[in-house]
C-alpha cells in the first residue's frame, strides 16, 4: 500500500475538532486518539476500495536501436483484467541516462479496457539501456491511500552511436567523385587501375598510349586510369585505459567512433572494404567481411555496447589481430591516444613495419583546452599550469615524431576535426596510387 500528500492536511486538520472538544472539557489526548482513529480507519478504506494493480496485464512496445541524443519514443500499454476502474499512476523504471522523464504517467482504466501511455526517451550514454519492471499505483477513491504492485515487463534499447560526423560525408563523397573523374585522366602508375579507352587529345600523357587499339582503331588510343577498387582498409580502436579520458563533452573512445565510422562510409562509397577491430587485452568487437548498404548498420551495432576499460592495451596482440584479418596491401588506421613517450613504448616496440603495400596511419584526439592553458601567463599558477601543459604537447610531439620515424603516419586534432581529416588522408591516398 501506499500513501498519497492528502494525508498529511488530514491529520493536521484534526487541530479543530482537539480544540472544540476541549473547550467543552474533553481531554486533549482523547481527541487525538480518536482523530487518529479515524484517520486510520479511513486509510484502510481507501485501500479496501482501490482497484487491484496486479489485476493487469502489462506489455511495452520498444525499438531495438535508437541513436545517441537523438529522441526516441517507447509505450506501455495496461490492460485492466479487474473488476473495478483502475485509477491511478505508472513508472516505467528506466535508468537515468535513459532520459525518460521523471514524472508518472496517470491513468484511469475501466474493467477490461487497456490503455496506451507513450514513454519518450532520450538516451545520454551510448549501449545496452534496460528498463525491468513498472510499478503500477491504484488509489483508492478518497485519494488518500491506495495500493501498489510492480510488473515484470523487460524492455532493452541499443544505443548505437550518435555519428555526428555524417555531415562531413557529402562534401568528401564529391571529392571522391571528382576524384573518380578527374584520376581517368591525370593518373597514370602503379596503385592505379586500368579503367576504359579513349581518343588521344593534345596534352595526354603519351605513356599511356595503347599501340595495340591504335593499331585496330585507325586512330590514336589513349588508357585510362582509376583509384584502385576493392583495396582493405583496417581500422583498430583502442578500447585501454586512454580511451576513458574525457575531452570536451565525450571521452576519446567516442571521437574515435566518429572518425571510424567516416572513413568507413567514405571507403565503402569508394569500393574498398573495411575491417574493424575494437582492442585492449582482447577483442572487444570485430567486423569484417561485411561490404556495402549492411556494413555502417553492422559496425554500430558492434560499437555500442564497448566501452573503455581501465587497462593498458597489449599492442602486440592487436597487430597479431589486425595481421588475421588481412594479408593483402591495406590501410590500417589505428585510433588511439599516444600522447606521452612513457605509455608510448609498448605502441611503439609493437608497431607493424610499413611498406609500400601497407600504409599506417594513426588518429589521436587533443584536448584544446592543454593549447589554451600553455598560452596563459596571467598568474603564478598560470605559469606552472602553462608549464606543464607545454610538456604534455612536447611529449606527444616526440611521440608522433617517433611513429614517423617507424614508417607510418600520425594525425592529432580535436574531436571535432579528427573525423575529417582522416577522411581526408585516405582521398589524398587514393590520389597518389597508394591505396
Known amino acids: 500500500m501506499f500513501v498519497t500528500g492528502l494525508l498529511a492536511p488530514l491529520v493536521a486538520l484534526g487541530v ?159 571529392r571522391l567523385r571528382e576524384l573518380d573523374g578527374n584520376t581517368s585522366i591525370q593518373v597514370r602508375g602503379q596503385g592505379t587501375e586500368f579503367d576504359s579507352l579513349r581518343e588521344y587529345v593534345r596534352g595526354d600523357d603519351i605513356r599511356s598510349i595503347d599501340w595495340r587499339a591504335t593499331a585496330r582503331a585507325g586512330t590514336t588510343m589513349l588508357r585510362t586510369w582509376r583509384p584502385e577498387r576493392d583495396r582493405q582498409v583496417v581500422i583498430v580502436i583502442d578500447t585501454g585505459r586512454t580511451a576513458a579520458a574525457r575531452v570536451g563533452d565525450s571521452t576519446r573512445l567516442d571521437a574515435a567512433l566518429e572518425a571510424s565510422l567516416l572513413l568507413a562510409a567514405l571507403a565503402t562509397r569508394a569500393g574498398d572494404h573495411v575491417h574493424l577491430l575494437m582492442y585492449d587485452r582482447v577483442a572487444r568487437a570485430r567486423v569484417t567481411g561485411v561490404d556495402g548498404a549492411a556494413l555502417l548498420p553492422a559496425l554500430t551495432d558492434a560499437m555500442a555496447p564497448v566501452h573503455a576499460r581501465l587497462v593498458d592495451t597489449d599492442w602486440a596482440g592487436a597487430f597479431a589481430a589486425v595481421r588475421s584479418l588481412t594479408t593483402r596491401p591495406s590501410l590500417v588506421v589505428v585510433l588511439t591516444a599516444q600522447d606521452a613517450a612513457e605509455s608510448a613504448r609498448g605502441f611503439l616496440g609493437a608497431f607493424p613495419d610499413a611498406s609500400r603495400a601497407t600504409t599506417v596511419l594513426v588518429g589521436s584526439v587533443t584536448d584544446e583546452a592543454i593549447g589554451e592553458l600553455a598560452k596563459k601567463r596571467d598568474s603564478r599558477a598560470d605559469v606552472y599550469l602553462a608549464a606543464a601543459a607545454e610538456q604534455t604537447l612536447r611529449d606527444a610531439q616526440v611521440v608522433a615524431d617517433a611513429i614517423r620515424r617507424a614508417g607510418g603516419e600520425a594525425i592529432a586534432a580535436d574531436p571535432e576535426s579528427l573525423p575529417p581529416r582522416i577522411a581526408d588522408r585516405y582521398l589524398e591516398l587514393k590520389a597518389a596510387g597508394r591505396l
Open 16 to 174: 479543530v475538532p482537539i480544540v472544540l472538544m476541549s473547550s467543552v472539557g474533553v481531554p486533549a489526548w482523547a481527541s487525538f486518539g480518536g482523530w487518529m482513529l479515524l484517520c486510520i480507519v479511513l486509510v484502510l478504506l481507501d485501500v479496501l476500495l482501490a482497484a487491484d494493480p496486479r489485476a493487469v496485464s502489462v506489455t511495452r512496445r520498444v525499438p531495438a536501436r535508437a541513436r545517441l541524443g537523438e529522441p526516441v519514443m517507447t509505450s506501455v500499454a495496461v490492460q485492466n483484467i479487474g473488476t473495478r476502474t483502475l485509477r491511478g499512476w505508472l513508472r516505467d523504471a528506466w535508468q537515468p541516462t535513459a532520459g525518460a522523464p521523471l514524472t508518472r504517467e496517470s491513468l484511469s482504466i475501466p474493467p477490461g479496457e487497456r490503455r496506451r501511455m507513450q514513454i519518450p526517451l532520450l538516451p545520454r550514454r551510448r549501449g545496452e539501456l534496460a528498463s525491468e519492471f513498472v510499478v503500477l499505483r491504484s488509489r483508492g477513491p478518497l485519494g488518500i491511500a491506495g495500493r501498489q504492485a510492480q510488473h515484470d515487463a523487460r524492455g532493452a534499447l541499443r544505443v548505437l552511436p550518435a555519428f555526428t560526423s555524417r555531415k562531413h560525408l557529402p562534401s568528401r563523397l564529391a
